[in-house]
C-alpha cells in the first residue's frame, strides 16, 4: 500500500510517500480502506520536534495522523461492532501512533463510530480530532444553557467545531478571530464577534463563564484569563498551564487547565449524531492528495486556515 512515512523531524521533506505492507489487524481491531484524512497542526509539531517521537513507539515505519474515514474490509474476531462493508471515522489511537496516512489503517473498534450517510468521507474525517477537542473538554466542565462562553481562534479547525458545540449546549458565544472571518463565525451560531487584530480583547469581553484558548502563542492564555469571571474556568488545548499562568489564575479565582483529548469511539457515536442532524457542519478549506501531502503540512503551517485541511485518500 501507498502510506506517507517520515524519514525523519524536520520539514516538510521529511515526508516521503512510500510502499509498505497493508498492516495486519488484532481481535479488536478492524482494518479500514481509508477514503480521507484530516490535517492538525499537531501532526506538524509532531513532524517538526524530535521531542515528540515517543508517539511512534519505536516502530520503524513512523506514520503521522490520527484522523480517517472509510470502509471496513476485515474485522478482528473480537469485534462485533461493525462488519464488512461499514463506512466508518473516528480520531485512532491517540495519543500515539496513529498511522492515518496510508491507503490502509488497522484501528481499534473501540475508537469509531459509524459515518453518517448523509456526510461524504472527507467531511466525516474532518470531524474527528478537531472535534474531539472541543467536545471532551466541554463536556468535563460542563457547559450549560446561558453560559457566556469566549472561543479563541474561533475560525480555525478547532475553534469552528467550538463555536458550535457551544451552541448546542445552549451557551451565549462570544468568538474571537480576525475580521476576516467575522462572516464565517457568525454563520456558525457566534452570538459575538471580536476582531483581535483591531481590539484588545481581554479590555472588551469580561465575565465570560468559560474560556476556550485555541490560540498557540506565548503570552496569550494570560491575556485570556482576564476575560473570565471569578469562578469560572479557562480551557487550554494547545499547552500546560505554565507556573506564571496557574499562578495568575489563581489570583483571578479562575480554575485553569489543559486538556489531551482520548480516542473515544462513544464521543464519535455523539459527533455522528449531530452530523446526521445537522448541528455540526464541518467546514473545509482545502482538498489535497496523498502524494501532495507536504503541500497540505505548508498550508496549514500558515496559521490563517479557516475550517480543515483534508487530504482525499482513494
Same mark, same amino acid.
Given at each position: 500500500?501507498?502510506?506517507?512515512?517520515?524519514?525523519?523531524?524536520?520539514?516538510?521533506?521529511?515526508?516521503?510517500?512510500?510502499?509498505?505492507?497493508?498492516?495486519?489487524?488484532?481481535?479488536?481491531?478492524?482494518?479500514?480502506?481509508v477514503k480521507a484524512i484530516a490535517i492538525n497542526p499537531a501532526d506538524t509539531l509532531v513532524r517538526?520536534?524530535?521531542?515528540?517521537?515517543?508517539?511512534?513507539?519505536?516502530?520503524?515505519?513512523?506514520?503521522?495522523?490520527?484522523?480517517?474515514?472509510?470502509?471496513?474490509?476485515?474485522?478482528?474476531?473480537?469485534?462485533?461492532?461493525?462488519?464488512?462493508?461499514?463506512?466508518?471515522?473516528?480520531?485512532?489511537?491517540?495519543?500515539?501512533?496513529?498511522?492515518?496516512?496510508?491507503?490502509?489503517?488497522?484501528?481499534?473498534?473501540?475508537?469509531?463510530?459509524?459515518?453518517?450517510?448523509n456526510i461524504t468521507h472527507e467531511t466525516a474525517a474532518a470531524a474527528t480530532l478537531a472535534a474531539?477537542?472541543?467536545?471532551?473538554?466541554?463536556?468535563?466542565?460542563?457547559?450549560?444553557?446561558?453560559?457566556?462562553?469566549?472561543? +479563541? !481562534? #474561533?475560525?480555525? %479547525? &478547532?475553534?469552528? $467545531?467550538?463555536?458550535?458545540?457551544?451552541?448546542?449546549?445552549?451557551?451565549?458565544?462570544?468568538?474571537?478571530?480576525?475580521?476576516?472571518?467575522?462572516?464565517?463565525?457568525?454563520?456558525?451560531?457566534?452570538?459575538?464577534?471580536?476582531?483581535?487584530?483591531?481590539?484588545?480583547?481581554?479590555?472588551?469581553?469580561?465575565?465570560?463563564?468559560?474560556?476556550?484558548e485555541g490560540v498557540k502563542s506565548d503570552g496569550h492564555i494570560l491575556r485570556t484569563l482576564h476575560?473570565?469571571?471569578?469562578?469560572?474556568?479557562?480551557?487550554?488545548?494547545?499547552?500546560?498551564?505554565?507556573?506564571?499562568?496557574?499562578? +495568575? !489564575? #489563581?489570583?483571578? %479565582? &479562575?480554575?485553569? $487547565?489543559?486538556?489531551?483529548?482520548?480516542?473515544?469511539?462513544?464521543?464519535?457515536?455523539?459527533?455522528?449524531?449531530?452530523?446526521?442532524?445537522?448541528?455540526?457542519?464541518?467546514?473545509?478549506?482545502?482538498?489535497?492528495?496523498?502524494?501532495?501531502?507536504?503541500?497540505?503540512?505548508?498550508?496549514?503551517?500558515?496559521?490563517?486556515?479557516?475550517?480543515?485541511?483534508?487530504?482525499?485518500?482513494?
Amino acid at each position: 500500500m501507498k502510506a506517507v512515512v517520515l524519514s525523519g523531524h524536520g520539514g516538510i521533506e521529511t515526508l516521503k510517500l512510500a510502499d509498505i505492507p497493508v498492516p495486519e489487524i488484532k481481535p479488536d481491531e478492524v482494518l479500514i480502506e481509508v477514503k480521507a484524512i484530516a490535517i492538525n497542526p499537531a501532526d506538524t509539531l509532531v513532524r517538526a520536534n524530535h521531542s515528540l517521537d515517543w508517539i511512534f513507539n519505536g516502530e520503524t515505519n513512523k506514520i503521522l495522523g490520527w484522523d480517517v474515514s472509510g470502509v471496513v474490509i476485515k474485522t478482528g474476531s473480537a469485534v462485533d461492532l461493525f462488519t464488512e462493508g461499514d463506512d466508518v471515522f473516528g480520531t485512532i489511537n491517540h495519543p500515539g501512533h496513529g498511522r492515518a496516512y496510508a491507503e490502509f489503517v488497522a484501528a481499534p473498534a473501540s475508537h469509531l463510530a459509524l459515518k453518517p450517510i448523509n456526510i461524504t468521507h472527507e467531511t466525516a474525517a474532518a470531524a474527528t480530532l478537531a472535534a474531539l477537542t472541543s467536545l471532551q473538554p466541554m463536556q468535563k466542565v460542563g457547559v450549560h444553557k446561558g453560559d457566556r462562553v469566549l472561543i +479563541t !481562534a #474561533a475560525g480555525g %479547525g &478547532v475553534g469552528h $467545531f467550538a463555536v458550535q458545540l457551544a451552541k448546542y449546549f445552549g451557551a451565549y458565544v462570544i468568538a474571537l478571530a480576525s475580521g476576516a472571518k467575522r462572516d464565517f463565525v457568525l454563520s456558525l451560531g457566534a452570538d459575538e464577534f471580536v476582531d483581535y487584530k483591531t481590539q484588545k480583547f481581554e479590555d472588551v469581553i469580561q465575565n465570560v463563564d468559560v474560556a476556550v484558548e485555541g490560540v498557540k502563542s506565548d503570552g496569550h492564555i494570560l491575556r485570556t484569563l482576564h476575560t473570565v469571571k471569578r469562578g469560572g474556568t479557562l480551557i487550554s488545548l494547545w499547552s500546560q498551564i505554565t507556573p506564571e499562568e496557574a499562578d +495568575t !489564575a #489563581a489570583k483571578l %479565582g &479562575v480554575h485553569a $487547565f489543559y486538556n489531551a483529548i482520548q480516542s473515544s469511539g462513544t464521543d464519535m457515536q455523539l459527533i455522528a449524531e449531530l452530523l446526521s442532524s445537522g448541528v455540526l457542519r464541518p467546514h473545509i478549506s482545502e482538498v489535497y492528495t496523498l502524494k501532495d501531502i507536504s503541500l497540505a503540512h505548508a498550508a496549514i503551517e500558515k496559521n490563517n486556515t479557516q475550517g480543515k485541511i483534508i487530504v482525499k485518500i482513494n
